[in-house]
């Protein structure tokens, strides 16, 4: 894979903060990189040009969510997911997994009657049942990269075993195994139509030996990157997901290879992560809560997330920008009495324009994040953050 390349331009004297670059056959990843999702090959309500406007260099699209919407045939008939979209830079898709388990026993929909009645997981892979139509799919390892190799993206996520917490030892175990098989097929098809990165994932839930082993079995496959999995979008206590940093980082590390930590998107894990040696970072926060009414605000401190709610009535008469000294398009041209109002009268355009700060704000953050970096002030910008 001849087209894919990661240099790491200088690191932090106090922490594993690392400035870099990733090289693609659509541009270059600065980071650490924050990564929005756009489940549907879509940031919800922004244009291309709007989302690099905000200062990103990638994003992530759901390879689950473009089997059944609008299919895999459709995008593979322009070409791939860039000629589709109109976007001319880098993208990541994820395997599938997560959306596909999320239906099972161990996911978030457990409650569900008959769970089985959904997803099926075996050794080979999942059969699911799809929730707009009840279409029956089955996804395993060479499956996923088949799919993902159509949709053309640059960085894809092997096909894994995505668990929940709380979870017994044994059955995470048997999990992180069966992702350790998927992992060398994922490789195997990846060889047959090479040309996209493919980054492996680090399993193992909450242990600390299985999250051990299975840092040490994917850094010594023939990975570009490796993405840390299984935290973020389950209900670990927050401790528990830097511990999990802690176990593997070690092991990821003088590999000099990416390191993308999955589902991770408030403003203090991120800054945290950061300082681990993490590479990319990819969360719904600041698009999901910008059409929810909420906008990010470093003023806010640490105890309120960094974010208030535009929807109070104390922002009905207010003539300030939504946020102070922000350069971005809304709270250059709109007021806080706006925004409140375009929500309260649920208008579409407080979606487009909540939306375009809240990723501006993270694209920003993740810009000072990176200079801090080579300025080797890292860990000063940090506390500036985390002490509120």
């Known amino acids: 894979m001849k087209k894919f390349r990661f240099e790491i331009l200088s690191s932090d004297n106090k922490s594993n903060a690392k400035l870099g670059e990733i090289f693609t056959s659509h541009g270059k990843i600065r980071t650490p990189a924050f990564v929005p999702v756009g489940s549907s090959a879509s940031i919800k309500s922004l244009t ?38 109109n976007w001319k830079s880098s993208l990541m898709t994820d395997s599938g997994g997560f959306q596909a388990f999320s239906l099972g026993e161990h996911g978030p929909r457990q409650n569900i009657s008959d769970p089985q ?48 917490y709380p979870i ?19 490789l195997a098809q990846k060889a047959k139509k090479d040309g996209q990165a493919l980054y492996g994932i680090v399993q193992g839930s909450v242990f600390r030996d299985l999250r051990q082993i299975s840092a040490n079995f994917m850094s010594n496959l023939p990975f570009e990157g490796f993405a840390i999995g299984s935290v973020a979008n389950s209900r670990e206590p927050r401790e528990k997901v830097f511990s999990v940093l802690d176990w593997t980082m070690p092991f990821l590390l003088p590999q000099q290879k990416p390191v993308h930590f999955l589902g991770i998107g408030e403003i203090e894990d991120i800054l945290m992560s950061v300082g681990y040696g993490i590479d990319s970072l990819d969360c719904v926060t600041p ?41 971005c398009f809304t709270c250059q041209n709109y007021s806080r009495a706006y925004l409140h109002h375009l929500f309260r009268s649920k208008e579409l355009l407080a979606f487009r324009l909540a939306t375009l700060h809240n990723l501006y704000f993270f694209g920003q953050l993740m810009e000072e994040i990176r200079m801090a970096i080579a300025d080797n002030s890292f860990n000063k910008y940090k506390k500036s953050w985390l002490k509120s």
């Open 117 to 164: 009645r959904l997803v099926k997981i075996t050794d080979k892979g999942i059969s699911f049942k799809s929730i707009w139509d009840g279409q029956t799919v089955f996804l395993g390892p060479q499956e996923s990269i088949a799919i993902q190799q159509k949709l053309n993206s640059d960085i894809m996520m092997s096909f894994d075993e995505c668990t929940f």
């Open 168 to 186: 017994e030892k044994n059955y995470a175990k048997k999990s992180m195994e069966r992702t350790h098989t998927w992992a060398k097929t994922c």
């Open 48 to 85: 291309s040009d709007e989302i690099k406007y905000c200062l990103i260099d990638v994003f992530f699209v759901n390879t689950y969510h473009m089997i059944f919407h609008p299919g895999i045939k459709i995008v593979n008939h322009f070409g791939g997911l860039h000629q589709f979209m």
């Open 287 to 327: 698009t999901r809560l910008g059409r929810m009414g909420w906008i990010f605000d470093k003023k806010k401190g640490l105890k309120n997330k960094f974010r208030y709610d535009i929807t109070k009535s104390e922002n009905a008469l207010e003539k300030k920008a939504p946020v102070l000294k922000c350069k």
